[in-house]
């Protein structure tokens, strides 16, 4: 036998393998536990004691070596596959590049075979394994029961730009409700998500968010969220009965930020891919086509049949979602807002407010609206310039304008009658008498002068 023929690993193993073979013919260990050993089974031991015994120490080298394997992917598969990534997939995951093999190029290989050869090729890093979850706390049983907000600060338009993603998902079935690019996540910009998803899906029980300021106050030197003191955020919550759960680490929103780490992993080349440059032209993109993609593909089935989502009864829904703060009125009918005095106008149910506290209310398409108790004293644009309503640019046909907020209504029509009967009312003065007994008397007088 010449061992020049093998590499150094196969005259490794095979001089293992003879060494635990020899051991066990000579009866110092018995073949059960020489295949334990080695970590085969006792046939496979039986076989290679029959093989060694007819061919000596070749019968134990792997037969294996130098046939080509039946599910070997032909080398013309293996340069498009690779070229495709280099070329116009550069940037996807692997998964995600298994999955654009399939769906546009109807090339069909296993996750582990795409890897192997992608890292092989040097064209992606070698994951590091990751530590084992120790606990998984189980989804809620129904949707509606728990949402997660959060926001993730990503290069998404694959620029120098950074821009926030708001993404409200469902905990039962990781639905997502809402996603969108905003400059910043702010009060304003969470307000927005939040009513979209009470508009369209309805009153949720629980949010489950992290600890930023526009969710919670936290005491300074203190990891507690201060739950007496309410946010904005928190003020509407509390108006429509939804529960707020603060997380105090990343790993307990762990469903939220693996979400994010496959938006992250897949969003900026799905734009990309379609050409999107612009924060509009991406929302579009969001709302019209990628956020069905990505329910269609991770939402998941929930435990038990039914919601927990409930039609809202509130119809001042543009009223809670605001940002609310009290002011007092000055003598000349202002109030302070940021730097600017604002001007009320007169009101019909009082000469002048002053002195009074009001109510001001930012709302989210930029308007102000002014309130003193129920009564809206007046809405302005965001320069502070009073907005006309609808019902006082309504005009008649006779060309007078219809009555609005804070108008005096005329009535013009006929009162109705009330259903009360006629009975004789008690006077401290005497009853006129009616016209025919006016008339009977002065018939009578009259008659009486002509007989004398």
């Known amino acids: 036998m010449n061992q020049r023929t093998y590499s150094a690993a196969e005259v490794e193993r095979m001089m293992k393998l003879q060494d635990v073979l020899l051991k066990a013919m000579a009866k110092k260990i018995s073949w059960v536990t020489a295949a334990e050993i080695i970590g085969v089974t006792p046939r496979t031991m039986r076989r290679w004691r029959e093989r060694m015994e007819e061919h000596g120490y070749d019968g134990l080298a792997d037969r294996r070596k130098g046939k080509v394997s039946t599910r070997r992917v032909p080398l013309q598969t293996v340069e498009q596959v690779l070229a495709l990534y280099q070329e116009k997939y550069y940037d996807l995951n692997v998964r995600h590049f298994c999955e654009k093999l399939q769906q546009e190029h109807g090339i069909e290989l296993s996750y582990t075979w795409v890897y192997q050869a992608l890292v ?188 927990a989502f409930r039609r809202s009864s509130r119809s001042d829904l543009e009223w809670i979602f605001t940002v609310q703060s009290e002011r007092v009125v000055a003598k000349d009918n202002t109030v302070a807002i940021g730097s600017g005095e604002w001007q009320i106008g007169k009101t019909r149910f009082r000469h002048t407010l002053a002195g009074s506290t009001v109510t001001i209310y930012e709302h989210l398409d930029e308007t102000v609206s002014i309130r003193f108790g129920p009564h809206t004293v007046g809405r302005y644009n965001r320069q502070g310039e009073p907005l006309v309503s609808e019902a006082r640019q309504r005009r008649g046909k006779d060309g007078s304008v219809e009555a609005g907020e804070n108008q005096k209504q005329v009535f013009t029509g006929s009162p109705t009658p009330l259903e009360i009967s006629q009975k004789q009312r008690d006077s401290h003065f005497s009853t006129a008498p009616t016209t025919a007994g006016v008339l009977s008397k002065a018939k009578a007088k009259a008659k009486t002068k002509a007989v004398a």
């Open 120 to 307: 092989g090729a040097n064209l992606v890093q070698k994951r590091r394994r990751r530590a084992p979850h120790r606990r998984r706390r189980q989804r809620r049983p129904l949707p509606g029961m728990l949402l997660h907000i959060d926001g993730s600060k990503h290069r998404w338009l694959n620029d120098d730009r950074w821009y926030d993603l708001i993404v409200i998902l469902d905990d039962a079935t990781s639905e997502i409700y809402y996603a969108q690019l905003v400059e910043e996540e702010s009060t304003r910009t969470v307000m927005r998500a939040l009513r979209e998803v009470v508009e369209t899906k309805g009153v949720f029980c629980a949010l489950y968010s992290d600890r930023g300021s526009h969710f919670f106050v936290t005491l300074k030197g203190e990891e507690r969220v201060d739950k007496t003191r309410l946010t904005q955020v928190g003020r509407a919550m509390k108006e429509l009965g939804i529960q707020m759960i603060a997380a105090y680490s990343p790993q307990a929103r762990g469903r939220s930020e693996r979400s994010f780490g496959t938006w992250q992993g897949r969003l900026p080349q799905e734009l990309r891919l379609a050409g999107i440059t612009t924060v509009e032209a991406a929302n579009r993109f969001l709302r019209e086509r990628y956020l069905q993609q990505f329910n269609d593909q991770f939402r998941v089935a929930a435990a038990e049949k039914g919601t």
